[in-house]
């Protein structure tokens, strides 16, 4: 689980659509591949203490270019209230929250009142954005049709 969220977070650096762009000549891959080596090393990524440390360190996450203004704002982490598991982030007015979805590969943020709900069953009734197989970190659009 951290493992792999925090890999996102590094090699968003250097994603999928980056690669098939570059190709697959090791003289123009093969820099950056050493060059996400380095930052894997440097953030202490080998190690899963490591990884807590990093998850650790996050504490909001911050969003811009949403259509919806309101949505467009940090979320400060909050532990002691989770979802499926997992910690959710929350907007200073408390009036926003974002949870991970029911197939852990999901998040989705919703109104406040949605937060007793989302915590009885894992889902969120009426979610004002969502991101699917994606971790919370990671470039993936967000769809705000949800």
């Known amino acids: 689980g951290h493992l792999v969220e925090a890999m996102e ?4 650096a250097l994603s999928r659509a980056e690669r098939e762009t570059l190709g697959t000549a090791d003289a123009r891959v093969g820099p950056l591949e050493q060059a996400l080596s380095s930052l894997r090393s440097s953030c202490g990524l080998q190690a899963a203490g490591s990884i807590k440390a990093l998850d650790d360190r996050v504490r909001y996450v911050e969003f811009a270019g949403f259509r919806r ?4 704002a940090k979320y400060y982490k909050d532990r002691n ?3 499926n598991g997992r910690e959710t982030y929350w907007t ?4 926003l929250f974002i949870h991970m979805g029911p197939d852990r590969r999901s998040w989705a943020i919703a109104g406040q009142a949605d937060y007793h709900q989302s915590v009885a069953t894992g889902r969120c009734s009426e979610a004002f954005a969502r ?3 994606a971790g919370l970190m990671s470039p993936a659009k967000w769809d705000e049709s949800a």
Do not use: I, M, S
Not at 9 to 12: A, H, M, N, S
Not at 69 to 72: D, I, K, P, V
């Open 9 to 12: 977070c590094v090699e968003g």
């Open 69 to 72: 203004a309101e949505l467009n």
């Open 81 to 83: 209230h989770t979802v």
């Open 92 to 95: 200073a007015a408390r009036d």
């Open 131 to 133: 991101k699917r197989h």
